[in-house]
């Protein structure tokens, strides 16, 4: 039996049109726009290109975005004088949402400045005291991308069809039940801050029974193979293959990788959608979930909450 593909695009529609619906709805009760504020100090063309799909983004939902461009050699110091600057009060002009967008220039500590940003405007979770709450269960914002991996696995638990997810889309009514997975084994390869970790502690605070595995990990298989959910966010091609996959399991599939030209995943797809339960397809899994979470949590921002 062939694995469910989960539709990502559909997802991402579903959630763009709820979040498109509040921040109007914000708009009319406050007399402004939702505002999202990007710093961006790399002339790295792809990042480039990146933002200005987030602008394009923030456009079809209402949110208004204000893009602080500054040279690949810009300072620390120069980065964290706009990043107050945006941090300021909203109706002082300030913004609702911040992301400071890495790669920053060389010499530069992205981990340092997160700090100056505060942790209710901080909606792509890189501020250390996010990552803290996040560990102690507490309310905060995670990063865009691992909150994506979970609103995948509640699709997968829902088993909701893509035409179910569309209907959804078309009422902005799609909300999804977030799953126990206790009694589940999920692992997650990959132990980066921005996204193997907080998947982790994610999965954990839902109950599974959470295995990290990474580059010193002996035996990468015998671990993937126990996973009911697994979670795979290294950064090599076809790393997982069919035979390291567990039959019926929930697989997620963060990485992003250009091979002769066209985007690939971590895992092996087409061999592995004879094994999985469930399976994200490279394009068009995590990535277009990652962008409309990184909305949802401007608008959550813009109404004080970290959820809407
Ligand atoms: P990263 O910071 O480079 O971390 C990669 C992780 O993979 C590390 O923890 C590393 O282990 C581990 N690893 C490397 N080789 C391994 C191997 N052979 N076996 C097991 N583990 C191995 O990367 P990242 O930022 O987490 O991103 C991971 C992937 O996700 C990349 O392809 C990235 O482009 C993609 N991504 C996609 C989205 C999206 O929205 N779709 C967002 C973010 C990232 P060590 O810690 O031991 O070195």
Redesign the pocket.
């Known amino acids: 039996m062939g694995a469910v593909m989960l539709d990502g695009n559909a997802l991402s529609r579903a959630i763009r049109a709820r979040v498109g619906k509040l921040a109007a709805q914000f708009a009319q009760e406050s007399g402004r726009p939702v505002r999202l504020g990007i710093l961006v100090a790399t002339d790295d063309g792809a990042t480039r290109r990146y933002v200005r799909s987030i602008e394009k983004g923030c456009r079809e939902v209402n949110i208004e975005a204000r893009t602080v461009s500054l040279p690949g050699t810009a300072s620390e110091d120069e980065l964290r004088r706009e990043l107050v600057r945006l941090g300021a009060d909203p109706a002082d002009g300030g913004v609702d949402g911040i992301i400071l967008q890495s790669p920053v220039p060389p010499g530069v500590d992205f981990a340092r400045l997160c700090e100056s940003i505060d942790p209710g405007r901080d909606v792509d979770g890189t501020n250390p005291t996010n990552a803290g709450r996040l560990w102690e269960g507490q309310p905060g914002f995670a990063p865009?991308?691992p909150s994506?991996v979970m609103r995948l696995v509640d699709l997968a638990l829902a088993a909701l069809t893509t035409e179910a997810v569309d209907k959804a889309a078309q009422d902005g009514t799609l909300d999804l039940p977030r799953a126990s997975l206790a009694g589940r084994h999920a692992v997650v390869?990959?132990?980066?801050?921005?996204?193997?970790k907080p998947a982790a502690a994610m999965l954990l605070a839902r109950h599974a029974t959470v295995t990290i595995?990474?580059?010193?990990?002996p035996d990468?298989g015998a671990v993937t193979a126990q996973a009911d959910v697994l979670v795979v966010?290294?950064?090599?091609a076809g790393?997982v293959k069919a035979e390291m996959i567990k039959p019926g399991a929930v697989v997620i599939d963060?990485?992003?990788?250009v091979v002769d030209g066209s985007l690939r995943g971590?895992v092996d797809t087409e061999a592995a959608a004879a094994v999985a339960g469930f399976l994200t397809p490279?394009p068009g899994?995590?990535?277009p979930v990652?962008?409309a979470i990184l909305l949802e949590h401007v608008v959550a921002a813009a109404f004080g909450r970290f959820t809407l």
Do not use: I, K
């Open positions: 865009a991308t994506a390869v990959g132990r980066s801050p921005r996204v193997g595995a990474h580059s010193r990990t990468l966010a290294v950064g090599r790393l963060v990485g992003t990788n971590d490279v899994g995590v990535g990652t962008m």
